[in-house]
T-cell receptor, first 113, second 109 residues
Framework: ETGVTQTPRHLVMGMTNKKSLKCEQH?????MYWYKQSAKKPLELMFV???????ENNSVPSRFSPECPNSSHLFLHLHTLQPEDSALYLC????????????FGDGTRLSIL | GQQVMQIPQYQHVQEGEDFTTYCNSS?????IQWYKQRPGGHPVFLIQ?????EVKKQKRLTFQFGEAKKNSSLHITATQTTDVGTYFC?????????FGAGTTVTVRA
C-alpha cells in the first residue's frame, strides 16, 4: 500500500541536530495525524490536522513542531531531541468527519544518540 | 477518545487453534475500530463496528461489539502463521482514535 508515504524510513541524529520528517498522502483525505510508537507502549497521538488546521496537540514538547502546508503533506520538525524521543513515528490520514478509518504510512524509525 | 484496555497483552497460539482477544472500556463507545500491525510494519485497518451487538466476519476473523457498547472482541479460528502481529482496538471520536495497547500474537507451528 503506497497511499501514505513517509520519509526518511530511518533517521539517526544527535541531540543538537535539527531534522524534519515528511509525510505525503495520495488518498484525497483531508485529515492527517502524527503518532509516536515506543516499545511496549500504546500508540500515542501527537498532532491532528483537519483541513490544514491543527485541532489537537496532545501536550507534546515544543521540540516537536508540526507543519501542514496543504491537505496532502505533513511535516514534523525536530530539534534538540532527547534519547527518550527514540521511537517509530507514524503518519496517518483519513477522511475528515466522525470515526473514519485511518491509513498509516510505514513510519520513520528515529534514533537519538 | 476514551481509554480502551486490551487483554491479553500477549497470546501464544498453536497453529490451527482458535483464540480471542478482548477490548474493554469503562464508558460507552461510539464505535470501535480494529487494526493489525505485522512485525516491522504499520497498523492496517481491519474493520469498524458501530451498532450495539454488531457482529462482522472476515474469513477466519469474527469481530463483535458488545450490547452495551463497552467492549469488543476479535476471535480468530484455525490460526495460521500469517496471523502473527499485534492487534489493536481503537475508540473512535469525532476526529481521532484512542488506541489500546494491543494484543501481540505469536504462532507455534
Amino acid at each position: 500500500e503506497t497511499g501514505v508515504t513517509q520519509t526518511p524510513r530511518h533517521l539517526v541524529m544527535g541531540m543538537t541536530n535539527k531534522k524534519s520528517l515528511k509525510c505525503e498522502q495520495h488518498l484525497g483525505h483531508n485529515a492527517m495525524y502524527w503518532y509516536k510508537q515506543s516499545a511496549k507502549k500504546p500508540l500515542e497521538l501527537m498532532f491532528v490536522y483537519s483541513l490544514e488546521e491543527r485541532v489537537e496537540n496532545n501536550s507534546v514538547p515544543s521540540r516537536f513542531s508540526p507543519e501542514c502546508p496543504n491537505s496532502s503533506h505533513l511535516f514534523l520538525h525536530l530539534h534538540t531531541l532527547q534519547p527518550e524521543d527514540s521511537a517509530l513515528y507514524l503518519c496517518a490520514s483519513s477522511q475528515d468527519g466522525s470515526n473514519q478509518p485511518q491509513h498509516f504510512g510505514d513510519g520513520t524509525r528515529l534514533s537519538i544518540l | 477518545g476514551q481509554q480502551v484496555m486490551q487483554i491479553p497483552q500477549y497470546q501464544h497460539v498453536q497453529e490451527g487453534e482458535d483464540f480471542t482477544t478482548y477490548c474493554n472500556s469503562s464508558t460507552t463507545l461510539s464505535n470501535i475500530q480494529w487494526y493489525k500491525q505485522r512485525p516491522g510494519g504499520h497498523p492496517v485497518f481491519l474493520i469498524q463496528l458501530v451498532k450495539s451487538g454488531e457482529v462482522k466476519k472476515q474469513k477466519r476473523l469474527t469481530f463483535q461489539f458488545g450490547e452495551a457498547k463497552k467492549n469488543s472482541s476479535l476471535h480468530i479460528t484455525a490460526t495460521q502463521t500469517t496471523d502473527v502481529g499485534t492487534y489493536f482496538c481503537a475508540d473512535g471520536d469525532d476526529y481521532k482514535l484512542s488506541f489500546g495497547a494491543g494484543t501481540t500474537v505469536t504462532v507455534r507451528a
